[in-house]
């Protein structure tokens, strides 16, 4: 799996976006981007996945780079539910979805 | 619909102690299962993962073990724990190919003393 880089946290407003940055400058060509979050004490939850085209669903969008270098999830209106840890992750799309490398991610902060 | 079931919630247990931590998967047949591990304030580490009865692939060294007895069971031993298995641990599962999602359990913290 290629490896990626997050922010360590960031801070958003409630009623506002957050931006989540990530980099994967290592991504190969049939490798996807997914995005996961934990909020605190509970188990992940899967929020989108993409190839090329930006994505967008009832939890966020998701826009990745014409390079494919890097992505970044959008949560539209940001609440306080949403302070969690968000985690970038890229792998095949075939392989075993379980079988993911999660880092650190990035720890969202929602203030109201 | 598809649920899971992993307990206890939190465990504190002696060193030198045995371990068994169970994970149940309902409303689905043939599951890839998978046990993390994840330290204070960090990321996920993989542990086991099973894509059949039997079947228990080990990703780290380490002083547990795993077992699938049925289809939708995955289980997590240890027949002495150390000080270094306090963490919390999460089961998950996903289906053999089409949907790219994994689906965790809410974990169980455990602490060795």
Known sequence: ?????????????????????????????????????????????????????????EMA?????????SSTLILPHATLRDTAVYYCIVRG???NAGKSTFGDGTTLTVKP | SQTIHQWPATLVQPVGSPLS??????????????????????GLQLLFYSVGIGQISS????????SRPQDRQFILSSKKLLLSDSGFYLCAWSLWAGDPR???GQGTRLTVV
């Not at chain 1, 880089?5 to 060509?29: F, K, V, Y």
């Open chain 1, 93 to 95: 799309l075939n392989t």
């Open chain 2, 102 to 104: 994994a689906f965790f």
């Open chain 2, 21 to 42: 931590l169970e994970c149940t998967v309902e409303g689905t047949s043939n599951p890839n299962l998978y046990w993390y591990r994840q330290a204070a304030g960090r």
């Open chain 1, 1 to 57: 799996d290629a490896k990626t880089t997050q922010p360590p946290s960031m801070d958003c407003a409630e009623g506002r976006a957050a931006n989540l940055p990530c980099n994967h400058s290592t991504i190969s060509g049939n490798e996807y981007v997914y995005w996961y979050r934990q909020i605190h004490s509970q188990g992940p939850q899967y929020i989108i996945h993409g190839l090329k085209n930006n994505e967008t669903n």
């Open chain 1, 61 to 69: 969008s998701l826009i990745i780079t014409e390079d494919r270098k």
């Open chain 2, 59 to 66: 990703e780290v060294p380490q002083n547990l073990s795993a």
